[in-house]
T-cell receptor
Framework: KNQVEQSPQSLIILEGKNCTLQCNYTVSPFSNLRWYKQDTGRGPVSLTIMTFSENTKSNGRYTATLDADTKQSSLHITASQLSDSASYICVVSFNTGGFKTIFGAGTRLFVKA | NAGVTQTPKFQVLKTGQSMTLQCAQDMNHEYMSWYRQDPGMGLRLIHYSVGAGITDQGEVPNGYNVSRSTTEDFPLRLLSAAPSQTSVYFC????????????FGPGTRLTVT
């Protein structure tokens, strides 16, 4: 069964600290993986997009990694800021005669001063 | 460039009522989608369109209708609202499948009593 699982469900960190969010998937055949940031009451906004040939993709203080062999991805946030408080969603796309997408349930990050 | 817009922002319906959620995009994107987001779950695809006049069902289409008469607009109709349709609804658009960026609207929070 095609699934996307994210961990942890929620995380609290102090401002200025780093953190890493995890995404494991069982989707096949893999097409691409995206990380989104969703602020409370807003729609998701794309952070990174990676295909199977890309191991790392950065967007400012956000760095996503992908291991297509183990079907794992991580999102590392460096020097967190209060504005990083949001949900982070991992999304995996695959193509089985039609293009499909599965959204993870997200990790809720709280950054405290 | 407004991106993806949705109206209304909030809506309360009684069971059995019908309504239309509006979605528009000004990026000339061919692909548009409707998702619902429920607590603890990833976004789920309701209906999607690959161009004007072409629509198809997603993962959870029951109780919803769509049409796509223009490239810009993609309304979602609830035929007879049920409490199980209480959710946050997001419209999204993209230029194509695969590696293309997907842009989300701000969402409509719907409560059915």
């Amino acid at each position: 069964k095609n699934q996307v699982e994210q961990s942890p469900q929620s995380l609290i960190i102090l401002e200025g600290k780093n953190c890493t969010l995890q995404c494991n998937y069982t989707v096949s055949p893999f097409s691409n993986l995206r990380w989104y940031k969703q602020d409370t009451g807003r729609g998701p906004v794309s952070l990174t997009i990676m295909t199977f040939s890309e191991n790392t993709k950065s967007n400012g203080r956000y760095t996503a990694t992908l291991d297509a062999d183990t079907k794992q991805s991580s999102l590392h946030i460096t020097a967190s800021q209060l504005s990083d408080s949001a949900s982070y969603i991992c999304v995996v796309s695959f193509n089985t005669g039609g293009f499909k997408t599965i959204f993870g349930a997200g990790t809720r990050l709280f950054v405290k001063a | 460039n407004a991106g993806v817009t949705q109206t209304p922002k909030f809506q309360v319906l009684k069971t059995g009522q019908s309504m239309t959620l509006q979605c528009a995009q000004d990026m000339n994107h061919e692909y548009m989608s409707w998702y619902r987001q429920d607590p603890g779950m990833g976004l789920r695809l309701i209906h999607y369109s690959v161009g004007a006049g072409i629509t198809d069902q997603g993962e959870v289409p029951n109780g919803y209708n769509v049409s796509r008469s223009t490239t810009e607009d993609f309304p979602l109709r609830l035929l007879s609202a049920a409490p199980s349709q209480t959710s946050v609804y997001f419209c999204a658009s993209r230029a194509g499948t695969g590696y293309y960026e997907q842009y989300f609207g701000p969402g409509t929070r719907l409560t059915v009593t």
